[in-house]
């Protein structure tokens, strides 16, 4: 069991903060997240007062790891694809705390996420992540395939391109299609 609470996360001023400063601090330590360093606060907050409506409406669900009071991590579950695609999920923003990782908190974290989509019916994980530093060996370890390397997908928080890793895990009962 994860020494860690994980729990969704509501737009509070408070909740805002911590997950700023924690996209602050990822980016700012090389995490590919989809920022460039560096990444000013109020953009920060921007982006996850974004993230946490949509989660309001139903769209995605937004995790947040706790280490007692702290705010050490986030993982987001997106539901909302397209009409085609009811039956799969994706990951996106999995970040931890600099100070908290390799202690459990990402595992506990992926593991809640993927109750979350079976829970919402989905029988499909995706999710890439940057070929260099990125969290590849995390989510081999959770059963994640990969799919193949896209080159040159994005750049890296302090300059240059690297590529993406992409993977996929079946979750939960699988449907069978209809013909």
Not at 80 to 85: T, Y
């Amino acid at each position: 069991m994860s020494p860690f609470a994980i729990k969704p996360l509501d737009d509070t001023p408070q909740i805002r903060s911590g997950l700023g400063e924690l996209l602050i601090e990822t980016v700012a330590s090389g995490g590919s997240v989809g920022f460039v360093h560096p990444l000013l606060f109020d953009d920060a907050c921007v982006f996850w007062k974004d993230s946490l409506g949509s989660a309001a409406r139903g769209e995605r669900v937004v995790l947040g790891a706790f280490d007692g009071e702290a705010l050490i991590g986030t993982v987001t579950l997106v539901l909302k694809l397209p009409p085609n695609q009811p039956h799969r999920a994706e990951i996106a923003k999995m970040m931890t705390r600099v100070s908290h990782r390799h202690r459990g908190a990402a595992t506990a974290l992926m593991r809640a996420a993927e109750q979350l989509a079976v829970a919402h019916g989905r029988t499909l994980l995706v999710l890439d992540t940057a070929v260099e530093d990125g969290a590849a060996p995390l989510y081999e370890k959770l059963g994640f395939q990969l799919t193949g390397i896209i080159p040159d997908y994005a750049l890296k928080p302090h300059g240059g391109l690297t590529g993406t890793m992409v993977y996929w895990k079946r979750i939960g009962a699988v449907a069978i299609p209809s013909s």
